[in-house]
């Protein structure tokens, strides 16, 4: 590493923005990961401030051999935005988010969280569908898909991706649009952050103002048939209502259910919401009328404070029998293994196939999770195992065998990524990456291999 050190000052003249190192007192907070698990120690990190900052960093990287990793808003639960003695392009110092009325366009930098577009976008009446946790970074969550408060209505974030400015590891700067590269803004809809790294992201938008959203919370006996009715609510609910479930434990080690709902229609009782509201064990109504901005707080999630490892399935349906084997998974451990987090996909994500996209998931009903989420470190083997445990009890009802790219650990197989995207997909996303970045530079991620590189492992 010392061979870098020395070579630091012609890094930091290269940039606008600026950079850290080893010895600097933000060190630690800027190589922070949200999963505590993750603990790397990088040689360098690039807090870059446009385009030609990105183009420097790729420079340096390659001339003194340095494995490099992004960083967007750091969500990522396999720690992909850090690396150890390698170097991070730190896009958090571009956040900047832009909006245009006529036509109805945000501009976000590559950097930007959800918190930063949403409280652009709102500020005009406007929205997009993105994630449900403000410090998510907003490219990194478009990537792999994104799915939401506003899935029901708006489908997948990636769906309103209209188009976006990419730094190649070559340094070049190039478009991705429905008239430029339309190739790649196919692949940028779902196949991650293979390409290049994002210094801007256009967003379709829509209008917005107030909600009726919030939780509902269920306790005791009647969580069994609160599940169900969440799912049977899902499956027939209209596009205007968005629902998602996080199956937990209360104080006692006994299942709790919490629904988010977040309804956008014109009726003042809608009848669903009616339906889970009058549901058996329901012990706390949080719903309400709200801006969208209170509706995106409804979850929190502290940064870098615990311990995690996701693991799960796309589901064709979630029948009685994979509830009970919930319900019987969210308990196995005898304390709090975090939650399983059921989020549907009924509504407008079905709307557009695999030409709009490289998402495979579309047709599933429900995206089912096992989020292991933890504090102590000598928990860390039985919190894997609990979350593989219930990934493999939810697997027989899979529709692709692959899991959701936002989730995953670093240690999936690749086969677990192909299956995600299916074979086809994975073949055009082969084909663009070893187009964009033969050298496979950006590999810490759910990984796309080059072609030539793919053949040489075999
Ligand atoms: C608390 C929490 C809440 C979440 N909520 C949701 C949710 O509601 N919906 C959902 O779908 N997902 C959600 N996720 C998952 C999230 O979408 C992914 O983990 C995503 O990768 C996070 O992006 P990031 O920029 O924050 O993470 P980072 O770790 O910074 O980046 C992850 C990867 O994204 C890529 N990337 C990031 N920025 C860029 C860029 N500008 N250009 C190119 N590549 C880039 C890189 O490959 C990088 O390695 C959540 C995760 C957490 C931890």
């Avoid at 990105?54 to 992909?80: I, M």
């Avoid at 907003?138 to 976006?164: E, K, P, R, S, Y």
């Avoid at 987090?341 to 998931?361: Q, T």
Wanted: glycine share 12%; with cysteine; hydrophobic share 40%.
């Amino acid at each position: 590493m010392s061979h870098v050190i020395e070579s630091l000052g012609e890094l930091r003249r290269s940039l606008a923005g600026t950079v850290v190192d080893p010895a600097d007192p933000e060190y630690d907070a800027a190589r922070l990961c949200f999963n505590a698990a993750v603990d790397r120690r990088p040689a360098v990190i690039a807090r870059c401030l446009g385009a030609a900052d990105v183009a420097a960093a790729f420079d340096f990287a390659r001339a003194h051999e340095l494995e490099v990793a992004v960083r967007g808003g750091g969500h990522n639960p396999a720690g992909h935005c850090v690396c150890d003695g390698g170097l991070v392009i730190d896009l958090s110092q571009m956040r900047t988010v832009t909006v245009e009325a006529h036509p109805r366009i945000a501009r976000a930098e590559g950097g930007a969280t959800w918190l930063d577009f949403d409280t652009a976008t709102q500020a005009s009446g406007l929205v997009t569908p993105g994630g449900v946790v403000g410090s998510t970074g907003v490219a990194g969550l478009t990537f792999g898909g994104g799915i939401g408060h506003l899935t029901a209505q708006h489908g997948l974030t990636c769906d309103n991706l209209v188009a976006a400015e990419l730094v190649t590891p070559d340094g070049a700067v190039i478009n991705a649009s429905p008239d430029e590269n339309a190739e790649l803004l196919w692949g940028l809809r779902g196949g991650g952050g293979n390409f290049g790294v994002a210094t801007r992201l256009e967003f379709r938008l829509q209008s917005l103002d107030r909600v009726v959203g919030g939780l509902f919370t269920y306790g005791g006996k009647g969580v069994r048939d609160a599940l169900r009715r969440f799912r049977d609510v899902a499956a027939r609910a209209p596009r205007d209502l968005s629902c998602h479930a996080v199956l937990v434990v209360d104080e006692s080690l006994s299942p709790a259910l919490v629904v988010s709902v977040c309804y956008t229609g014109s009726a003042a009782d809608p009848e669903e919401l009616t339906a889970l509201r009058s549901s058996p064990g329901l012990v706390d109504d949080g719903v309400r009328a709200q801006s969208f901005l209170d509706q995106q707080r409804v979850f929190d999630s502290p940064y870098g404070e615990n311990r995690h490892y996701w693991k799960g399935h796309f589901v064709r349906e979630l029948p009685d029998e994979l509830i009970d084997e919930l319900l019987r998974c969210v308990v196995s451990l005898g304390r709090s293994p975090g939650d399983i987090l059921i989020e549907s996909l009924h509504g407008a994500p079905k709307d557009a196939d695999g030409s709009a996209g490289a998402v495979g998931f579309r047709r599933a009903a429900f995206n089912v999770t096992a989020s292991g989420t933890w504090q102590d470190a000598a928990h860390d083997a039985q919190q894997v195992e609990w979350a593989r445990d219930t990934a493999a009890a939810i697997e027989p009802w899979s529709l692709t065998g692959g899991g959701y790219v936002n989730y995953m650990q670093a240690d999936e197989p690749i086969e677990r990524v192909r299956a995600a995207f299916g074979a086809e997909a994975f073949g055009r996303l082969q084909a663009l990456k070893t187009r964009y970045d033969p050298s496979n530079v950006l590999r810490r991620n759910q990984n796309i291999p080059p072609l030539a590189e793919e053949t040489a492992v075999r």
